[in-house]
């Protein structure tokens, strides 16, 4: 069962030309190539430049095979004049198009592919194209700019199939990913931080508390001593005085009348 999609959308199935005629059996892909192995997965495995039926040039990769040129040709007579976009769901695969300036740019992709890194692709292959063959793709006959062009498309399915930096929006998320990382992580500092400034305030209050009570005990231990040594000197000179007056008593008699 095929399915018809907008960008973003769920989608639903076909009507009219398509339940008429419905779209050939989809090959299997990738192909088991090279030894037996599985043919990696790819994000774009076929595009073309069309001319309302009329194809001026096409790509498809060589690590995938399949009858996608019958299904792109019943699938060119299906698509409306009209400049826009859509997503066909067919398969187990999708087929994308951009039609502009009556121009047809339409890749196939692996089902789960992100749909804005495959517009993004077939906008760029739009643009490459329409500012190289805008003043000869109007008169041009089928495949006579597939020489010209095929490589290009080669170019821009390899960019867009091998290198991260083609997604920009998925940059974009990966910069805000690395900047929420950063802001975490400087989050992360100053709560240690303010952690081990409040531990340092604790502990200068402990020691000034501690000091505050080392002084009153220092001043405590100092009255102390200075009564001590006080009562000292008047043990001493009481002690002093008597010897004085039993000194004097025995050389003068008590009542000092010898003197």
């Not at 095929?2 to 959308?9: E, K, N, V």
């Not at 069309?50 to 990769?61: D, F, P, T």
């Not at 495959?118 to 292959?125: D, H, K, Q």
């Not at 209050?205 to 008047?234: E, G, H, I, P, T």
Request: net charge neutral.
């Amino acid at each position: 069962q095929a399915r018809c999609s907008c960008p973003g959308d769920r989608g639903g199935a076909w009507s009219g030309a398509a339940a008429a005629a419905p779209l050939p059996p989809l090959c299997p892909s990738p192909a088991r190539a090279l030894g037996g192995r599985q043919a990696p997965v790819m994000p774009v495995i076929y595009s073309l430049v069309a001319r309302g039926m009329v194809v001026l040039a096409e790509y498809s990769s060589p690590t995938h095979t399949g009858n996608f040129t019958t299904v792109t040709r019943v699938l060119l007579s299906k698509i409306p004049p009209d400049d826009g976009r859509m997503s066909y769901v067919y398969d187990c695969h999708a087929f994308h198009y951009v039609v502009a300036d009556g121009y047809t740019f339409l890749c196939m992709s692996d089902e789960g592919t992100k749909r804005r890194i495959i517009f993004s692709f077939l906008e760029n292959v739009r643009e490459v194209f329409l500012g190289r063959f805008a003043d000869v793709a109007a008169t041009a006959i089928a495949f006579s700019l597939n020489d010209s062009f095929s490589p290009t498309l080669r170019e821009q399915m390899a960019y867009y199939n091998d290198d991260p930096s083609s997604d920009q929006l998925g940059r974009v998320q990966q910069s805000i990913e690395d900047v929420k990382g950063v802001m975490m992580e400087n989050i992360e500092k100053l709560l240690e931080r303010g952690e081990r400034i409040e531990l340092l305030v604790d502990k200068t209050d402990l020691l000034s508390n501690q000091a505050f009570r080392f002084n009153r005990s220092s001043k405590k231990l100092l009255r102390s001593m200075q009564c001590r040594m006080v009562m000292r000197y008047v043990v001493v000179f009481i002690v002093i005085g008597l010897v004085i007056f039993f000194i004097a008593a025995m050389a003068c008699g008590i009542d000092f009348g010898k003197c």
